[in-house]
């Protein structure tokens, strides 16, 4: 799976989670993947590799992994996902699209495990974390 068909999916879950309430469901998806691809930007757009970090700097590395393997993803609350991003990060986003920072953190907590699970499945881990280096680098990081 491509990054633009990673960030599509994640704006479909987005939109299509009960917990981004109305505002979310009644979003135009091209919205939301726009929304979704500055949330954490790397030098080449959405980067997955801020996201697992964020969650393993924040004491969530257990629920980071389980989405990183192909077993059963731990859920995440809003609130946990928004400690973990930042009121920031979160509020720019939710600003993007219209919504309550609330609305935004729901929506969040039920794409981004889908989208890091789509993403490291099937071996192509390293290809979205920057090869080798980059796994060897998030794996410190959670592992502290």
């Known amino acids: 799976m491509n990054l633009?068909?990673?960030i599509q999916m994640g704006a479909t879950v987005f939109r299509d989670s009960n917990?981004?309430?109305d505002a979310?469901?009644?979003l135009d998806i091209e919205a939301i993947t726009s929304a979704l691809s500055g949330?954490?930007?790397?030098?080449?757009?959405?980067?997955?590799n801020s996201v697992v970090e964020n969650l393993g700097s924040s004491g969530l590395g257990d629920t980071a992994k389980s989405w990183l393997g192909d077993g059963a993803n731990q859920s995440i609350s809003p609130e946990q996902l928004g400690n973990a991003l930042g009121s920031e990060q979160l509020s720019q986003f939710a600003s993007k699209l219209g919504i309550s920072a609330e609305e935004a953190a729901g929506g969040l907590s039920d794409a981004l495990p889908q989208m890091v699970d789509k993403a490291s499945s099937g071996g192509s881990l390293l290809e979205s974390l920057g090869g080798v280096e980059g796994?060897?680098?998030?794996?410190s990081k959670l592992f502290k």
């Open 4 to 6: 633009n068909d990673l």
């Open 19 to 21: 917990l981004s309430g």
């Open 24 to 26: 979310g469901s009644n």
């Open 39 to 48: 949330l954490t930007a790397g030098s080449g757009g959405f980067d997955l």
């Open 135 to 139: 796994v060897i680098g998030m794996a």
